[in-house]
């Protein structure tokens, strides 16, 4: 094959052999045939080569040798390996053009397709980077849309990326995935931190606006404790949600307890007015005699003391007789109480003066100013005597004043300017209003924190940009107004379908679940209908809490009913917990559950009392059970782990072990009857029973047919005795007609299933046929060992069978022998 290859890539160029010079034409002209054959052959063979895609190097082999151009170039053409296109470069250079032009492209190709690849393989490694630079960068502008363009980039490469290159962008996405999620997160966490800050505000804004109402209302009016006592729990609600998980000042938490603690000291002086309503109404009658007693005034006092009715709010009116019946001291003359109060305020003036003193002293404009106000405030409430000890040193305090504020002007005027600016800035931004409002309110704190400006112009100024700035900031709280009326509005509905519920509910054939449920949709739509104006609010809260009132008494009514009725299946059920049998303890157990679950409603807390007791019950019950189970489990496996021990040794016994011992086995396994076997031991224990009473009655079979066979035997030599022969065969061979030895043996055979000579087959054909014929008219059959058993006693006791021979013999003991082994 080597020398064959070796002679088709020959070179086209070789010098033919020199003819012989005396070689004649016709010589001559057979040599150019021959060559022209040999060509031809080559140029096939190679032809056939391209046909079945030859191996690379076959392919640059052709491509330089081969015979005609057509194959020289398709071989070009198939070449792909950039060192195979080298070589073939190299050779053709300046032999063949067409192949040159050919495997030139091909480099040429071949270098395109390798850049292409080397300029994706980068934009893999550049992406991959980006994105691991993008999961360690802190620069949040723009994230998600550059992870987003990145991904994208990703797609157009990814088929050419490695496994390792794909992990490792998937890796980085992830990070950047998980960075993302942390910006967003604390985004949202600011943004909540904000609307809690806001929140608070609002909750310290209403309760501190609550307690100035409280304080100046008058005596006549007092608030609802139902009303007092919804604002108090919405306002803790809202205070603990904005408090949750963010940071709260001293100062703010310190202010917000002040507030609350006012507010339920003066909810609880309400609560102990309403409950006393009784005896104020009592004492107040006895005031109004002339006839009061010792008891009664000792009772006022008492109950003023109860009351404990804080200092810091007006007293109610109803309490007047009250507190005239106790002898509590009248108010002061006029006279003594403005001597009293001047005194006071010069005591106040003289403690503001010397700290006035101290801040002019200092050059603190704004403590000055505000000192100086406080000072001149005491001045006016003086009367002419008590100020002209003051006059001068106020006159001269004034004067010192004026010289720091014209000297505090020059200083303030360019953070002043500074403000107009912002504030004509904030006005031009489209910012949230509630953010936009909180902002004025901060400029407009640093301009009353510089002392305000005695510029009028430039005051105009900042207060034209805080009015441009507040504009659409008004039309926002005038929305969030309308938004307070409209919850008015709701609440106000929900009080009428609260009232329509109530004045047709017929309570003796009510769905109460469906009443609880009103009742709860109610406080949680009065609750959502927020914010709304507290004074608008008062007579509505009223009506709701007079409405709630009504529809709570028929249901709370209706759960102490239910309460009662589960105390006594909790009653029930702990009767049952030493009650037997347990199946019927159980049994009523399960009944109970199902009333317990019959039963409507009931209080939240007391339901859960209940049930925890109930619970109990049941558990305890059917612990018992448990326990039981524990018993029977821990009896079987005891059982069960002495019922194996006997197993494995009575296995050992077989075939060669005698009758007392098989015997006395088979009566252990029967002992082990009545204990608490698992099945599988159990079926364990059947088996090994059953297979000994089988070796049991083998051996009496066998030893049975061996009887049988000594007898047959003896049938033969005469020496049968028939008193030795079983008592019931005399019976089995009377009044039977005489049967040939040989059709004993046949029939012998066929009940044992055993082989009959040759010769006798057509016999035992004959007596198949027979027996059918007699079986299909006989309902009554005997079975295959009874029949055999008639046939022996036949052969030994029949005194007219014939052909009583030593085979017909060996057959019947043969057949014998075949029965013990079926058995």
């Known amino acids: 094959m080597a020398a064959f290859i070796q002679r088709l890539f020959k ?19 057979a040599s150019q ?104 960068s802190e620069d949040t502008k723009l994230y998600e849309a550059r992870l987003d363009a990145a991904q994208e980039s990703w797609r157009s490469v990814e088929a050419s990326a490695s496994a390792e290159q794909a992990g490792q962008f998937l890796a980085a996405v992830h990070d950047c995935r998980e960075r993302l999620k942390q910006f967003k997160q604390v985004q949202e966490d600011e943004k909540r931190h904000q609307e809690q800050a806001r929140q608070r505000t609002e909750t310290l804004e209403l309760l501190q606006q609550t307690l100035t109402d409280l304080q100046t209302a008058s005596a006549e009016d007092l608030p609802s404790a139902s009303a007092l006592d919804a604002l108090q729990k919405t306002q803790e609600n809202r205070w603990l949600e904005a408090t949750r998980d963010t940071q709260v000042s001293k100062q703010e938490q310190k202010e917000y307890e002040q507030q609350m603690l006012g507010l339920r000291n003066y909810l609880s002086a309400v609560r102990r007015l309403e409950t006393m309503k009784d005896s104020i109404a009592s004492l107040g009658e006895a005031a109004g005699s002339d006839e009061a007693t010792d008891e009664q005034r000792d009772a006022a006092r008492q109950l003023l ?69 406080t000072a001149q405030n005491q001045f006016q409430q003086l009367d002419g005597r008590n100020r002209r000890g003051f006059q001068a040193r106020m006159q001269l305090l004034a004067g010192q004043f004026r010289e720091l504020s014209d000297w505090q002007g020059f200083a303030t005027e360019p953070k002043q300017v500074s403000l107009c600016e912002q504030m004509e800035y904030l006005a031009e931004q489209p910012i949230e209003p509630e953010a936009k409002a909180e902002r004025i309110k901060e400029l407009q704190s640093e301009w009353r924190d510089l002392g305000g400006s005695s510029d009028r112009a430039l005051w105009s100024r900042f207060k034209a940009a805080s009015d441009k700035a507040y504009e659409p900031c008004k039309a926002y709280f005038e929305a969030k107004s309308d938004l307070k009326q409209a919850n008015l509005q709701k609440r106000q509905a929900i009080c009428d379908q609260l009232a329509s519920f109530l004045d047709n509910a017929d309570w003796t054939a009510i769905d109460w679940k469906g009443a609880e449920r009103i009742h709860q949709t109610a406080r949680q739509e009065w609750k959502s209908a927020w914010p709304v104006d507290f004074r608008d609010n008062r007579q509505i809260q009223k009506r709701f809490d007079d409405l709630l009132k009504q529809l709570e008494r028929p249901l709370d009514e209706e759960r102490k009913k239910n309460e009662t ?31 317990w679950k019959a039963v409507g409603i009931t209080r939240h807390r007391e339901d859960r009392k209940l049930w925890q007791a109930f619970r109990t019950a049941c558990d305890q019950i059917f612990a018992r059970r448990d326990a039981q189970r524990s018993a029977q489990q821990e009896a079987t496996e005891q059982a069960d ?29 029967n002992g082990l009857a009545g204990n608490p076997l698992s099945k599988p031991v159990r079926e364990q224990v059947q088996e090994l029973k059953k297979r000994l009473a089988q070796t049991a009655r083998t051996r009496k079979l066998k030893q049975k047919i061996d009887d049988w066979q000594s007898l047959v035997a003896g049938r033969v030599n005469n020496s049968l005795d028939p008193q030795t022969a079983p008592d019931s065969w005399a019976r089995l061979a009377q009044n039977q007609p005489a049967v040939s030895g040989r059709d004993l043996a046949i029939r012998a055979e066929i009940l044992a299933g055993a082989d009959t000579p040759e010769q006798d087959q057509p016999r035992r054909m004959e007596i198949q046929v027979q027996r059918l014929t007699e079986g299909m008219g006989n309902t009554e059959t005997e079975a295959p060992a009874q029949e055999l058993e008639k046939l022996i006693a036949l052969w030994c006791l029949h005194p007219e069978v014939e052909d009583v021979s030593a085979s017909n013999a060996d057959r019947l003991n043969r057949a014998l022998e075949v029965m013990l082994g079926s058995d």
Do not use: C
Request: aromatic residues 2%; charged residues 25%; without cysteine.
């Open 565 to 595: 009725l589960k105390q006594g299946i909790v009653e029930k059920a702990g009767a049952l917990i030493s009650h037997e049998p347990l199946q019927e303890a159980m049994e009523q157990a399960k009944a109970l559950q199902n009333d």
């Open 33 to 136: 045939q021959e060559a022209q054959n040999e060509r031809q052959l080559l140029r096939e063979s190679q032809e056939n080569q391209l046909r079945n895609n030859p191996p690379q190097p076959e392919l640059a082999q052709l491509a330089i040798d081969g015979v005609t151009a057509a194959i020289r170039l398709e071989a070009a053409n198939g070449l792909q390996q950039e060192e195979l296109l080298q070589q073939v470069l190299k050779q053709a250079k300046g032999r063949d053009k067409g192949v040159y032009q050919a495997i030139k492209q091909s480099l040429q190709t071949v270098k395109d397709q390798q850049a292409a690849e080397t300029a994706v393989q980068q934009r893999i490694e550049a992406l991959i980077t980006q994105v691991q630079d993008q999961a360690r």
């Open 305 to 373: 003391k109860e009351l404990e009715w804080p200092a810091e709010f007006p007293q109610p009116a109803r309490l007047e007789p009250v507190r005239k019946l106790a002898g509590k001291p009248r108010a002061a003359k006029p006279a003594d109480a403005n001597q009293e109060q001047q005194s006071a305020v010069m005591s106040a003036l003289k403690a503001t003066l010397p700290d006035l003193e101290a801040a002019l002293e200092a050059r603190q404009f704004k403590e000055s100013k505000q000192l100086l106000k």
């Open 641 to 669: 782990q002495a019922a194996l021990e006997t197993v494995a040794q009575l296995r050992e016994l077989g075939t060669d072990s005698d009758d007392q011992s098989i015997a006395g086995a088979i009566e252990q396994l």
């Open 11 to 29: 070179s086209r160029k070789a010098t033919p052999a020199s003819a012989p010079k005396n070689s004649t034409p016709k010589a001559a002209e």
